[in-house]
C-alpha cells in the first residue's frame, strides 16, 4: 500500500467500526426496549386469557361437584370443553394437586405455558381440596399473536421474560447483516470522499504548481503573459456561446491561460524579437507549443489538455504547425484558442505596433483559415463581451483577478 493512503485507509476503517459500534449499540437498544414490550404484552396475554378462562368458563360449580364426588372421568370430560372455548389453551385437564391460594397460578413448563386453577363452585366459597384444573398454552403461539416476527422461544440461549418463557429474538441476527452492509456501506462512502479529497487536493496542488510557472514566466515575458489571460477569458467567452459548459469550460479556460506557457523554452531575444525572424529562430517558435503540451503532460490533472495546447497553432487548411493538421483533425477547443489567441494579438498593445480596432481585426479574421464558424460567433457576439462576468472558479486559477 503507497504511504500516502496509509492515514486515510486508517481513517476509512476508523470510520466504519465508529459507525459499526454506534450501529450496534442503537441495535441493542432497540432490542432491549422490544423486550420490554414483548414483556409487557405476554403478561397481558397471558392474564387476559387465564382470568377469561377462569371467569368465562359456565362449569366450574359441575366440575366441583364432579371432583368431590371423585368422578376424575367426567371431570375431565369437562375439562375439555375449556380449550373448545379458548383457543390458546391447548389442552385441560383435572390432576391431583394442592390448590393455589390465588384462583390460578401461572408458569413456564419447557416451552409450554402451565396455568393452575383452583376448582371453585361458582360463588367461590368451597374450594375443592386435593384437585387442580391444568391448563397448557403453548408459549409461542403466544409469541405468534404478540409479535409476528423476530422474536422466538429459545429455551437455552434465550432471555427469560414474564412467567419464565425464554425468548431470544432473530432481531440481532439481523443486526450482524445490517452491520456488515453498513461497515460496507460506510467504507466505500468514506473511500469516495477521501478519493475526492485527494483528487481536488491534487488538483489544487498542481493548480498552484502552474500558477507558480506562470508567474516565472511573467518576470521573464510580461506582454506573453498578459496575452494568455485575455485569451483565456476571450476563450471561456466564446466557448460559452459555442455551447460548451462545466468541465469543457473550465478545460478550455486553463489551456487558453497556458497555451503558451512552452515560450519559456524558446529563447527570449526569439521571443522579444520584433523585426522578422529567420528560419532557425521560426524553427524554434514552432516549438512553443510542442513544450507546452509536454509542460502540461507532466502534470497528472492536466495531461488532457495537452492535445489542445498542441493544436493552437494549426490551420484549416494545413498550413499551421507544428504538426499542419487540417481542420476536421483539430480539437474545437484549439480552434477557439487559435481564434481569439490571432485576435487579441492584432487588437493587443505590443511593444513593435499599434493595436488595431476590433472592426478592422475581424475583417482580417475572416480571410484567415481560421475555423469561420468560430470566427462568427465571436463578431456576432463580441458586443456583449464588455459585460461578461466569469464564472466564480476562475477565481481560484486567476488570482490577479482577485488583485492577489
Ligand atoms: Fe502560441
Do not use: C
Amino acid at each position: 500500500m503507497k504511504k500516502k493512503l496509509l492515514i486515510p485507509s486508517i481513517i476509512v476503517l476508523l470510520t466504519a467500526f465508529a459507525v459499526a459500534g454506534v450501529f450496534l449499540l442503537m441495535q441493542l437498544y432497540i432490542a432491549d426496549k422490544s423486550f420490554d414490550t414483548l414483556d409487557r404484552a405476554l403478561k397481558s396475554l397471558i392474564d387476559l386469557q387465564a382470568s377469561a378462562a377462569y371467569n368465562g368458563y359456565f362449569a366450574w360449580t359441575k366440575m366441583y361437584d364432579l371432583v368431590m364426588q371423585g368422578n376424575l372421568t367426567e371431570a375431565n370430560a369437562l375439562a375439555d370443553e375449556i380449550p373448545k372455548s379458548f383457543p390458546l389453551v391447548a389442552s385441560a385437564e383435572i390432576m391431583q394437586g394442592v390448590p393455589p391460594e390465588e384462583n390460578f397460578v401461572v408458569g413456564a413448563d419447557g416451552e409450554l405455558l402451565r396455568i393452575v386453577y383452583s376448582i371453585r363452585d361458582d360463588d367461590e366459597f368451597r374450594t375443592a381440596p386435593n384437585a387442580v384444573a391444568v391448563t397448557i398454552i403453548q408459549a409461542s403461539k403466544l409469541l405468534d399473536i404478540v409479535s409476528p416476527n423476530g422474536f422466538k422461544i429459545d429455551m437455552t440461549g434465550g432471555r427469560k421474560t414474564t412467567y419464565g418463557i425464554h425468548v431470544s429474538a432473530n432481531l440481532m441476527h439481523i443486526s450482524l447483516w445490517n452491520i456488515i452492509a453498513m461497515v460496507l456501506l460506510t467504507i466505500l462512502f468514506a473511500s469516495l470522499l477521501i478519493q475526492r479529497y485527494v483528487k481536488k487536493t491534487a488538483f489544487f496542488l498542481d493548480t498552484r504548481g502552474l500558477e507558480s510557472i506562470i508567474y516565472l514566466f511573467e518576470q521573464t515575458e510580461k506582454m506573453s503573459a498578459s496575452h494568455s489571460r485575455n485569451v483565456a477569458v476571450l476563450a471561456l467567452f466564446l466557448g460559452k456561446k459555442l455551447g460548451l459548459r462545466g468541465k469543457k469550460l473550465r478545460n478550455l479556460y486553463v489551456a487558453a491561460l497556458l497555451h503558451d506557457i512552452g515560450k519559456i523554452g524558446v529563447p527570449t531575444n526569439v521571443i522579444a524579437k520584433a523585426g522578422r525572424l529567420d528560419s532557425k529562430e521560426y524553427m524554434q517558435i514552432k516549438q512553443h507549443p510542442v513544450i507546452s503540451a509536454r509542460i502540461l503532460k507532466s502534470f497528472k490533472e492536466f495531461e488532457r489538455l495537452s492535445p489542445i495546447v498542441l493544436y493552437h497553432h494549426e490551420r484549416e487548411d494545413g498550413s499551421g504547425y507544428p504538426e499542419g493538421l487540417t481542420g476536421k483533425d483539430i480539437p474545437l477547443e484549439s480552434k477557439i484558442i487559435a481564434v481569439v489567441d490571432v485576435f487579441e494579438a492584432l487588437v493587443g498593445e505590443r511593444p513593435y505596433r499599434n493595436p488595431i480596432h476590433p472592426f478592422s481585426a475581424f475583417e482580417k479574421l475572416k480571410k484567415m483559415p481560421l475555423d469561420q464558424r468560430i470566427v462568427k460567433v465571436l463578431i456576432d457576439n463580441y458586443s456583449e463581451l464588455n459585460s461578461f462576468q466569469p464564472p466564480r472558479w476562475v477565481l481560484s486559477y486567476s488570482p490577479w483577478l482577485l488583485g492577489v
